[in-house]
T-cell receptor, first 111, second 114 residues
């Protein structure tokens, strides 16, 4: 089955700096890669996703890149703000809604 | 308006008891899921239903039994609770069962087994 590895497990950044989280996946048939943000005491919320026929996608301060050959994808957050502090999860799916999640990255943005 | 709601938010119970968690979505979605998040925050899918039909059934002890009375509700019943069942359980829903359909998560139910 699919295995998703996520790094780093924790990430501390100064407000205004950029944050990068990287994930690798094992199943070459995976074709959908969402990123979720989970704030304390809440459920995960989708922030951006990318499909296998696209190499990069951007939404304001958030961007995701996908390298299908190397089987890795990354989340980039620019101009970080304190409200970006949360746990971020990458996931991969080959279909039927079966998301395989990474272990999560705790992002702390310090003012 | 709450999109995906779960009750209760907290559940504390003794080993050996039977308990249920309820989930409702008002998004008009056809597919619903149950996930388990352990103490290390690892999220793992347990079940999914599409139009009341089971489509994903991961390696979960048969003490866990999902029930979908209609496509807006997916309840999780757990028999003979064990210490290892302590976790946060999330319900989610999506328009369809396809991999690209965004999954919307509920607020979670924190289950503590003593």
């Amino acid at each position: 089955g699919e295995n998703v590895e996520q790094h780093p497990s924790t990430l501390s950044v100064q407000e205004g700096d950029s944050a990068v989280i990287k994930c690798t996946y094992s199943d070459s048939a995976s074709n959908y890669f969402p990123w979720y943000k989970q704030e304390l005491g809440k459920g995960p919320q989708l922030i951006i996703d990318i499909r296998s026929n696209v190499g990069e996608k951007k939404d304001q301060r958030i961007a995701v890149t996908l390298n299908k050959t190397a089987k890795h994808f990354s989340l980039h957050i620019t101009e970080t703000q304190p409200e970006d502090s949360a746990v971020y999860f990458c996931a991969a799916s080959r279909g039927w809604g079966k998301l395989q999640f990474g272990a999560g990255t705790q992002v702390v943005v310090t003012p | 308006d709450t999109a995906v709601s779960q009750t209760p938010k907290y559940l504390v119970t003794q080993m050996g008891n039977d308990k249920s968690i309820k989930c409702e979505q008002n998004l008009g979605h056809d597919t619903m899921y149950w996930y388990k998040q352990d103490s290390k925050k690892f999220l793992k899918i347990m079940f999914s239903y599409n139009n009341k039909e089971l489509i994903i059934n991961e390696t979960v002890p048969n003490r866990f039994s999902p029930k979908s009375p209609d496509k807006a509700h997916l309840n999780l019943h757990i028999n003979s609770l064990e210490l290892g069942d302590s976790a946060v359980y999330f319900c989610a829903s999506s328009q369809g069962p396809y991999g690209e359909d965004t999954q919307y998560f509920g607020p979670g139910t924190r289950l503590t087994v003593l």
